[in-house]
């Protein structure tokens, strides 16, 4: 099993959107709707930010959407504010009854 | 709120054994599942293993045979073990809870550092 393949950052200005891609196989990401993201602040845990492609927690700003395509999952943030730089991570269920990650992209807010 | 708390920072040498836990509050522990994520120093996360608060386990083919995940229910805790650590198991260790409908992690524990060096 190889870790779903994201870029390794992204970048933008305050305001705007960026859009992160998370690519798999018909075996995880095609297989299930069950992809979920993960926002880490450096020295911090993880924190679940979208999950099941689209829906988000209680308490997740509503500039945070989830898409997917095929085997093509994407996290969309839009008026990107200073406190979105951080590093995000996607994760798929996978028809061997496991979990993958993303390599995880490092945002940045210039 | 549900919370995971994981044990304190680790330092040991390499061939030394090593048991990590994350012990979660609230009740329903048995309906939940408890995972275990690597992060080595400046990378991602690395999906380990998964258990069921009745010892159901799934590992991931990179760590099968290398750790080994277990539960103890009556005390809501969680255990990740090396039988003999290598230097390359220098980490950060998570867990990370599923409820058992759910595709995803919705709650973590703080982290385990594990040091390994001679």
């Known amino acids: 099993q190889s870790a779903l393949t994201q870029p390794a950052s992204v970048s933008g200005s305050p305001g705007q959107s960026i859009t992160i891609s998370c690519t798999g196989t018909?075996?995880?990401?095609?297989?299930?709707?069950?992809v979920s993201w993960y926002q880490q602040h450096p020295g911090k845990a993880p924190k679940l930010m979208i999950y099941?492609?689209?829906k988000r927690p209680s308490g997740v700003s509503n500039r945070i959407s989830g898409s997917k395509s095929g085997n093509t999952a994407s996290l969309t943030i839009s008026g990107l504010q200073g406190e979105d730089e951080a590093d995000y991570y996607c994760s798929s269920y996978t028809t061997s009854r496991t979990w993958l990650f993303g390599g995880g992209t490092k945002l940045t807010v210039v | 709120e549900v919370q995971l708390v994981q044990s304190g920072a680790e330092v040991k040498k390499p061939g030394e054994s090593l048991k990590i836990s994350c012990k979660g509050s609230?009740?329903?522990?048995?309906?939940?599942?408890i995972a275990w994520v690597r992060q080595m120093p400046g990378k991602g996360l690395e999906w380990m293993g998964i258990i069921s608060g009745d010892s159901d386990i799934r590992y991931s083919p990179s760590f099968q045979g290398q750790v080994t995940i277990s539960v103890d229910k009556s005390i809501r805790t969680a255990y990740l073990r090396w039988s003999s650590l290598k230097a390359s198991d220098t980490a950060m260790y998570y867990c990370?809870?599923?409820?058992?409908?759910?595709?995803?992690?919705?709650?973590w524990g703080q982290g385990t550092l594990v040091t390994v060096s001679s």
């Open positions: 099941d492609v689209s």
């Open positions: 990370a809870r599923r409820i058992s409908t759910a595709a995803y992690f919705d709650s």
């Open positions: 018909s075996s995880d990401v095609g297989g299930y709707n069950y």
């Open positions: 609230g009740d329903n522990f048995i309906n939940y599942w």
